[in-house]
């Protein structure tokens, strides 16, 4: 009881007190930047600020953490940064990983599965394909589930990895979803899947049961969440 009441309390000084304190500093720091002639200065100043709201979003995902139950760490948010984490031994570094919305209780178990499986097979073809150092997974849950995995490596190149490709996009079109992969004008790689939100676990080819139509979600804080990690398929 004693530890629930703490977290509880830590979450609220977090949010009462440190974030107000650093959107207050990241306001007055915009505030000043017409008054700087120095590019340089300029891009510093700017740059503080960007790390500012990194900072706040990175709170907010703690606070989230913190009013939620302790769980047994197997929610899709757990399993993604576990993915991550493992990545670091073939790429030299941890992707770099960002949520946004509930992610844990408002995706559909059958799509979760879908995420994971996803995450899992870019990373690993970002590792043994993209020559990257750093790889951003980026996961937001809304009207539509979103993933976009981007890498700093070599790019797709003349040839992709097709048989990886195409199982990615067969899994979101069977969510009545989307998948394209890119090369950003930059270098690199850009994957995105989509899926809409409520989908049957069937897909398009087969009919939900009564049991398989996502219900209404009670709606919790979407507070977004940062980590990273780099690429996708090349």
């Known amino acids: 009881m004693l530890i629930g009441a703490d977290r509880e ?3 609220r000084d977090l949010h009462d007190l440190v ?3 650093l959107f207050a500093a990241g306001m007055t720091l915009r505030g000043v930047l017409g008054l700087i002639d120095d590019d340089r200065a300029l891009e510093r100043v700017s740059c503080t600020i960007d790390e500012l709201d990194t900072t706040i979003r990175d709170i907010r995902t703690a606070i989230f953490t913190l009013k939620r139950p302790q769980q047994d760490g197997s929610g899709l948010r757990a399993q993604i940064l576990d993915l991550a984490t493992h ?4 790429l030299g570094f941890e992707p770099h990983v960002h949520f946004s919305g509930s992610v844990d209780t408002a995706t559909p178990d059958h799509i979760a599965s879908h995420l994971i499986a996803v995450v899992r097979e870019t990373l ?3 590792t043994r394909h993209a020559h990257a150092t750093r790889v951003d997974v980026d996961l937001t849950i809304g009207d539509t589930i979103d993933l976009v995995v981007e890498d700093n490596g070599i790019g797709l190149g003349d040839t992709t990895r097709s048989s990886g490709l195409a199982n990615l996009r067969e899994r979101a079109e069977s969510l009545d979803g989307a998948f394209t992969i890119t090369s950003p004008p930059g270098g690199g790689t850009r994957l ?9 676990s069937h897909g398009r080819c087969g009919v939900a049961g009564d049991d398989e139509i ?6 919790e804080p979407a507070l977004p969440t940062d980590r990273r990690a780099d690429q996708l398929l090349t």
Request: aromatic share 4%; glycine share 8%.
């Open 19 to 21: 974030i107000q304190r």
């Open 192 to 200: 995105a899947w989509q899926v809409p939100h409520h989908t049957s």
């Open 124 to 126: 690993s073809n970002v």
């Open 9 to 11: 309390r830590i979450a």
């Open 214 to 219: 996502a219900g209404p979600v009670h709606p």
């Open 87 to 90: 990545a670091h031994e073939g």
